[in-house]
């Protein structure tokens, strides 16, 4: 509005006083559209400045005048009541303890499944009393319980050997009896120290040492050639692995009986 107020005042000037007069009225009223101008944007800016300070000066006495905030009195929740004032208020004055947040209670599954199964301390030192076989004896078979199902099975599994371990006989002693011999029994009770426990292997060795009579050994093969060492060795090794050694001395025992026949 400022520029076409001017321009007309310019071409009115032109026309009625020439151009140089009217260049010098255009002068003078351009002085007077700028101070007006500056004049509008102060008073502009004071009237914002003036609505700015009103409103924080509510906002403050607003909040100052109440102890809480609006937000807060509307989110407000009632205080929990202590332990001491529910137990002050039951009906007859007993009382009830209560569970610690974030402390479950233990259920009634749980007392039991511990009660059931047996302390680490319980078989850890009975095992230390055992020989090197008999404790890899127990390590084999709880193994699939140890992998599979859990350390409570595998340590009922350990007592259970324990117990069974205990009531059956123990290892005998082998130290009388030649490398071959003791290697034939080890053969052949291995089924029982893997599978079964130490009471079987234990009962294994002890019914193999017994089947042995007091001179009962292993023929010597000294007279043989050593094709027929070979050969007789591979006939009997079935009897020595699966059988037993007193198994095995009646089969080389009886295969030197017959070479004995030959002419």
Not at 121 to 145: F, G, I, K, W, Y
Not at 191 to 214: E, F, H, I, M, V
Request: negative net charge.
């Amino acid at each position: 509005m400022i520029w076409i107020f001017l321009s007309v005042v310019l071409v009115l000037a032109v026309y009625h006083r020439g151009f140089r007069s009217g260049c010098l009225v255009i002068l003078v009223a351009m002085l007077f559209g700028i101070a007006a101008l500056v004049w509008s944007i102060e008073n502009e800016s004071a009237k914002n400045t003036g609505h700015a300070s009103a409103g924080s000066s509510w906002d403050v006495s607003r909040w100052t005048s109440s102890p809480t905030p609006p937000d807060s009195r509307k989110n407000a929740r009632p205080a929990r009541s202590s332990g001491s004032d529910r137990l002050a208020h039951s009906g007859h004055g007993e009382a009830t303890a209560s569970a610690e947040p974030g402390v479950p209670e233990p259920t009634p599954s749980d007392t039991e499944s511990s009660a059931d199964t047996p302390s680490a301390d319980a078989t850890e030192r009975p095992l230390s009393a055992m020989t090197d076989s008999e404790r890899q004896s127990v390590e084999s078979v709880c193994s699939n319980d140890k992998i599979l199902n859990g350390p409570a099975a595998y340590r009922a599994c350990r007592a259970h050997q324990l117990a069974a371990w205990q009531k059956g006989p123990r290892h005998p002693d082998l130290s009388g009896l030649d490398r071959v011999d003791r290697d034939s029994i080890d053969s052949v009770c291995a089924s029982d120290k893997l599978l079964k426990g130490p009471a079987a292997y234990n009962r294994c060795l002890t019914a193999q040492w017994a089947s042995l009579g007091p001179n009962d050994h292993a023929p010597s093969l000294a007279g043989l050639s050593q094709g027929e060492r070979e050969s007789i060795e591979s006939v009997c090794t079935s009897d020595k692995i699966l059988n037993g050694p007193a198994a095995y001395h009646r089969c080389l025992k009886h295969h030197l009986q017959e070479l004995a026949r030959l002419p």
